[in-house]
């Protein structure tokens, strides 16, 4: 059973940065694409990025394009997202997911492993 367990958020103020972290366990972690998505109160959970299990290619929501950046460290089974120019919009759920393949998904039907999800506030 594959564990995912994300860490880093709390309360920031606009224009703030905060650094996400997401550490999986198994031993082929990078044979999987990762992303990170977020949900709102009373919206649908929606995704942020994705990140390739190698790394090199990745893929960002409008929404965060030029403000967030998903990276990775297959040596330490960790996915991370550095997220600046924080905005109130932003405030929701972080969760990781690991994704069904190496290639990157951008809808939540391509993961199967979730974390349990990390909260993240900005005011205004």
């Known amino acids: 059973q594959v564990q995912l367990v994300e860490s880093g958020g709390g309360l920031v103020q606009a224009g703030g940065s905060l650094r996400l972290s997401c550490a999986a366990s198994?031993?082929?972690?990078?044979?999987?694409?990762m992303g990170w998505f977020r949900q709102a109160p009373g919206k649908e959970r929606e995704v942020v990025a994705s990140i390739s299990g190698s790394g090199g290619s990745s893929f960002y929501a409008d929404s965060v394009k030029g403000r967030f950046t998903i990276s990775r460290d297959n040596a330490k089974n960790t996915v991370y997202l550095q997220m600046n120019s924080l905005e109130p919009e932003d405030t929701a759920v972080y969760y990781c997911a690991r994704a069904v393949g190496w290639n990157i998904k951008r809808t939540s039907s391509g993961y199967n492993y979730w974390g349990q999800g990390t909260q993240v506030t900005v005011s205004s």
């Open positions: 198994g031993r082929t972690f990078s044979n999987y694409a």
